[in-house]
């Protein structure tokens, strides 16, 4: 009778081990751009693992990346690229999937889009006035993010201002970017397209919306990437690295969309893997 129990429980083992994952906790810590992606991805792994826990916490993608390498977390969320000097001390990036970043307004402002060109303007403090782009005659209050924040690096690069934006306020989350722009009239800011909701205008820009066909294609002109980053694979538990494989997996994807951000194409560099 031992010998039957022992092998029905073995049995009952390696099902276990081959619906993916097992049991345990898994711990995310990262960007705050990503809280919406995550959290989808999380809820719907959820549903299939009962057994595991994934908690996440966001700090900002160098926070997240740094928490890796000291063995804080499991899985740090990036919304900017690892640095040569994080890759040296080991930091591996997955990409999970494609962001705009979308340059928000309050609804009443009626600029509708803007060139690249314009848009640097606004940010640097070179243009001060919302009528000399098509707007009403206002002083334009341009909020960002903090520095360090993957957000602002990703927007500063692109427009190539680093260092070279004038704020009015620099906030630490993206939910507060999007309310301070969603109770100011002249406020102009910017925030990932994938955690904006109701209460700002989303402008074009080069006349261009941020929609999924725009992101894929590189019409869009102020894109990123959401990564998963991991000091490597060899210390990672079963359940870390089943999510790590669920959430690049094409079962993911509609949870990716619901959340406002855009799966990359099949073949993208890093979708099975590190790019």
């Not at 809820?43 to 299939?48: I, P, S, T």
């Not at 903090?146 to 989350?173: D, I, M, P």
């Not at 102009?188 to 109701?198: C, N, P, Q, R, T």
Request: glycine share 14%; proline share 5%.
């Amino acid at each position: 009778m031992r010998r039957i129990l022992s092998l029905l429980l073995c049995l009952l083992a390696l099902s276990a081990c081959a619906s993916g994952g097992g049991a345990g906790v898994v711990n995310t810590n990262g960007s705050t751009s990503m809280e919406r992606v995550v959290g989808a991805l999380i809820e719907a792994y959820g549903m299939e693992h009962t057994g595991v826990t994934i908690n996440y916490s966001g700090t900002g993608s160098s926070a997240g990346i740094q928490g890796v390498l000291e063995g804080m977390c499991d899985i740090g969320l990036s919304s900017r690229a690892l640095r040569p000097e994080e890759e040296d001390q080991g930091a591996r990036a997955r990409l999970l999937a494609l962001d705009a970043l979308a340059v928000l307004v309050h609804p009443d402002n009626p600029v509708e889009t803007l060139r690249v060109e314009e848009l640097a303007a606004l940010a640097s403090g070179q243009v001060s006035g919302w009528g000399q782009v098509g707007g009403v005659q206002a002083p334009v209050a341009f909020i960002g993010r903090e520095a360090g924040s993957g957000t602002r690096t990703a927007f500063e690069e692109v427009l190539g201002l680093e260092g070279a934006c004038a704020y009015t306020n620099e906030l630490t989350s993206t939910g507060d970017v999007i309310a301070n722009v969603s109770s100011n009239p002249n406020a102009i800011g910017y925030a990932s397209l994938a955690a904006v909701g109701e209460g700002v205008k989303v402008l074009a820009i080069d006349g261009v919306h941020p929609s999924e066909e725009a992101i894929q294609a590189g019409e869009y002109p102020i894109c990123r990437s959401f990564y998963l980053v991991t000091a490597g694979e060899e210390g990672l538990s079963p359940a870390a690295r089943d999510f790590l494989d669920y959430a690049q997996g094409p079962g993911a994807e509609p949870y990716l969309r619901a959340a406002g951000a855009v799966p990359p194409a099949r073949s993208a560099s890093g979708r099975e893997g590190y790019p």
